[in-house]
């Protein structure tokens, strides 16, 4: 089959544990880093989906990050045909914007650690969501967010943030949280964070994010499956069984 296009803006922002599920499928997949210079396609013909990962940068920061505008472009290309397309925390927040939602720097500060997300009751019926629990732990590295697209469907939201993550139609499903979350990757993001100075918000502290880490990492699989499973069983579908969705409608 096609492989997926993964685009990875960070060295310690990568697949993690959707690596594994993406073996399960026997999805091949190509990574391209903008931030180490490697060239976004400029088609995405012969791709079957994309994933946006994380990263450090701000949607906004085109001036630092010209290749932004890029992966915008790609982005949007893949929301037009139909293709697969799923965004984690600044992947979501690019794919909120490309539907017309405000981005923006959380007004009470970042939100960092173990928080409860709840099920949004509107979208109690996407496949997304419909077997997690109404409440559930996910982890939260973000200081940026976004409003909920029109005419997109709410999916999770948090006491912080609001918008936790939105589906588009069937094809698209945007994150803020970090689902993809390994015990391995948790020690490399704490290492990171020991080196950063501390914000005012909604912030745990690295030996409490470590201190509270096994319950929800023990957790974080089977909640993963459902997350991502439906999203990676299109890819593996193939996008024409979904058909396009008229995602600039109302933009």
């Given at each position: 089959m096609?492989?997926?296009?993964?685009?990875q803006?960070?060295?310690?922002e990568?697949?993690?544990?959707?690596?594994e599920?993406?073996i399960?499928e026997?999805?091949p997949?190509?990574?391209?880093?903008?931030?180490?210079?490697?060239?976004?396609?400029t088609?995405?013909?012969?791709y079957?989906?994309?994933?946006?990962?994380?990263?450090?940068?701000?949607?906004?920061?085109?001036?630092?990050?010209?290749w932004?505008?890029?992966?915008?472009?790609?982005?949007a290309?893949?929301m037009?045909a139909?293709?697969?397309?799923l965004?984690?925390?600044?992947?979501a927040?690019l794919?909120?914007q490309?539907?017309?939602?405000?981005?923006?720097?959380?007004?009470?500060?970042p939100?960092?650690?173990?928080?409860?997300?709840?099920?949004?009751?509107?979208?109690?019926q996407h496949?997304?969501v419909?077997q997690?629990?109404s409440?559930?732990?996910?982890f939260?590295?973000?200081?940026?967010?976004?409003?909920?697209?029109?005419?997109?469907t709410?999916?999770?939201?948090?006491?912080?943030t609001?918008?936790?993550?939105?589906?588009?139609?069937?094809?698209?499903?945007?994150?803020?949280?970090h689902?993809?979350?390994?015990?391995?990757?948790?020690?490399?993001?704490?290492?990171?964070m020991?080196a950063?100075p501390?914000?005012?918000?909604?912030?745990?502290?690295?030996a409490?994010?470590?201190?509270?880490?096994?319950?929800?990492?023990?957790?974080?699989?089977?909640?993963r499956?459902?997350?991502f499973?439906p999203?990676l069983?299109?890819?593996?579908?193939?996008?024409?069984?979904?058909?396009?969705?008229?995602?600039?409608?109302?933009?």
């Open positions: 096609k492989p997926l296009l993964v685009v803006h960070h060295p310690d990568d697949l993690g544990a959707l690596r599920m993406l399960a026997r999805i997949v190509q990574v391209r880093r903008p931030d180490l210079e490697e060239p976004l396609p088609s995405l013909h012969g079957s989906g994309i994933i946006s990962l994380g990263g450090p940068m701000s949607v906004h920061d085109e001036g630092n990050y010209p932004l505008n890029a992966e915008r472009r790609c982005l290309e893949a037009d139909g293709l697969p397309t965004g984690i925390c600044l992947g927040q794919i909120a490309i539907c017309g939602a405000a981005v923006y720097r959380h007004p009470q500060g939100e960092i650690g173990w928080w409860p997300v709840r099920v949004r009751p509107a979208g109690r496949p997304t419909a997690l629990p409440e559930f732990f996910l939260h590295w973000h200081a940026d967010q976004c409003m909920c697209p029109f005419g997109a709410p999916l999770l939201t948090s006491a912080h609001n918008c936790q993550a939105f589906a588009v139609g069937e094809h698209v499903l945007a994150i803020q949280a689902a993809e979350l390994t015990p391995e990757l948790l020690e490399r993001w704490l290492l990171l020991e950063l501390t914000e005012p918000g909604k912030t745990q502290t690295p409490e994010i470590s201190r509270l880490a096994a319950t929800p990492l023990a957790a974080l699989p089977q909640i499956q459902q997350l499973g999203w069983r299109s890819v593996r579908i193939g996008c024409g069984v979904m058909g396009v969705t008229p995602w600039r409608t109302g933009n």
